[in-house]
């Protein structure tokens, strides 16, 4: 009997922690803004600085001129890769709700897409801006 | 004729031998490839482009790619050591070489010189011989743009499949 209710207890705890294994888009911006003030303590996130970054031509070298090139002006409608022309659903959580609910996720996907835009990582505020931005489209 | 024993088990032979035609058959589909049942395969290297095939390039091709991900045709696509490994081992598994080829895939294999390490399936002999009937206009359509662009006109391609009867052009 105590083992019934010993195994039963621990296949509630571990059915418990499942939901606890994704990360909401909050929870990941809180994190990246974590790390934006360990840099700078006055740091808070902007959504308006976020949509200005999300749009900017910028001049990295690479073939996509901004972020919006491949996600398109409109983060809520599906993308096209410049290059591949493979489709890209949305980025906007509020229309693809598996976005920002990885932070490995996330994190590979800054590294190689400021690479290919800007030509170099993005900053700590970059990235909590740019999350801001996208998190508060509704 | 009544039903005999003899009558039925003929039919039931004969229904046998159908399945395994059948069988053989689709084995040796040009349109169906084989590929890696781990989801990792088409979430990373389908994040871009189409999860393509292993079964379109020799293993030599898909293991010089893969020492290359942080320059690949211009881009980052580099991944975490475990990951990359994995996925190496699918794409070996499963290339034109491999002993789990389909009689295409080992023509495609034959078809390319022992000292060549092609990255490009759409340079391939086979890829070329596939589409000469495909009008040059359609690559740059908006919704194309590429030849690589395989899932564009062969929706089911990251399940390996190619078919003739699926393939859809989207319009210009």
Not at chain 1, 79 to 107: C, M, W, Y
Not at chain 1, 120 to 128: D, I, N
Not at chain 2, 40 to 62: D, K
Not at chain 2, 70 to 95: C, K, M, N, V, W
Request: glycine share 6%; net charge positive; charged share 25%.
């Amino acid at each position: 009997m105590r083992n019934w209710i010993e195994r039963s207890s621990v296949l509630l705890a571990a059915l418990m922690a499942l939901p606890a294994l994704a990360d909401t888009p909050a929870q990941i911006l809180d994190n990246l803004t974590r790390e934006a003030r360990s840099q700078q303590a006055s740091f808070s996130p902007s959504a308006g600085r976020g949509e200005q970054f999300y749009q900017a031509k910028q001049t990295g070298g690479g073939e996509a001129e901004s972020c919006a090139a491949c996600h398109t002006r409109d983060a809520k409608a599906a993308g096209q890769h410049v290059r591949t022309h493979k489709n890209i659903e949305p980025l906007a959580p509020v229309a693809n709700r598996e976005r920002f609910s990885d932070p490995a996720k996330v994190e590979k996907w800054f590294r190689r897409n400021c690479k290919e835009v800007l030509g170099r990582t993005c900053t700590p505020q970059e990235k909590a801006d740019f999350a801001a931005y996208v998190i508060s489209i509704r | 004729m009544g039903v005999t024993w003899k009558n039925s088990g003929i039919l039931i032979l004969g229904l046998i031998l159908a399945i395994f035609w059948i069988a053989a058959g689709q084995a040796d589909d040009i349109g169906s490839l084989p590929m890696p049942r781990d989801k990792l395969y088409v979430e990373e290297c389908g994040a871009c482009h189409t999860a393509y095939a292993p079964g379109f390039l020799p293993a030599r091709s898909w293991v010089r790619m893969m020492g290359e991900l942080e320059r690949h045709f211009g881009e980052d696509a580099s991944l975490d050591e475990p990951q990359s490994l994995a996925i190496q081992r699918y794409l070996t598994d499963l290339a034109a070489d491999s002993q789990n080829g389909t009689p295409f895939m080992r023509r495609l294999a034959a078809s390319v010189p022992a000292r060549a390490a092609p990255q490009r399936i759409t340079e391939t002999w086979f890829f070329a011989y596939m589409h000469d009937e495909v009008p040059a206009s359609f690559w740059t359509r908006k919704k194309i743009g590429t030849k690589a662009n395989c899932i564009a006109c062969h929706p089911r391609a990251n399940a390996g499949s190619y078919a003739e009867r699926e393939v859809s052009i989207p319009p210009p």
